[in-house]
């Protein structure tokens, strides 16, 4: 199943500044995985980022990674950070990765609340 989280334009001047003379919104969705809860009575969560380009023609570009938690505050916490950022589909794997390991480290706490 999947929930939308929010969404952003990518500020226009930082575009400009990249070269970049189109609009880019960016979505981001929290995923459920229903199976894993039927199979192993618990229920995990994912995110899916997003980014349609306004050009002549529209693009759309997306990535999803599944089964990063079974914990919703966490990927609540999560997705908040990535939309702050900016933080488009070809990022997210390396992110939330970085986000995890740091947070289990504890060196950092992702937690916006």
Request: proline share 2%; charged share 30%.
């Amino acid at each position: 199943m999947k929930n939308f989280f929010g969404s952003i334009f990518i500020n226009r001047d930082k575009l400009e500044e990249a070269g970049i003379h189109y609009p880019i919104k960016v979505e981001y969705y929290k995923i459920t995985n229903e199976n894993e809860k039927i199979k192993e009575n618990k229920l995990t969560y994912g995110i899916q980022v997003i980014k349609t380009e306004y050009r002549d023609k529209i693009g759309i570009e997306q990535n999803t990674m599944n089964s990063i938690t079974n914990d919703e505050k966490e990927v609540n916490n999560i997705l908040g950070l990535i939309k702050e950022y900016q933080v488009t589909p070809i990022g997210l794997e390396d992110v939330v990765i970085e986000l995890k390991k740091l947070a289990k480290g504890k060196k950092i706490s992702y937690n916006l609340s």
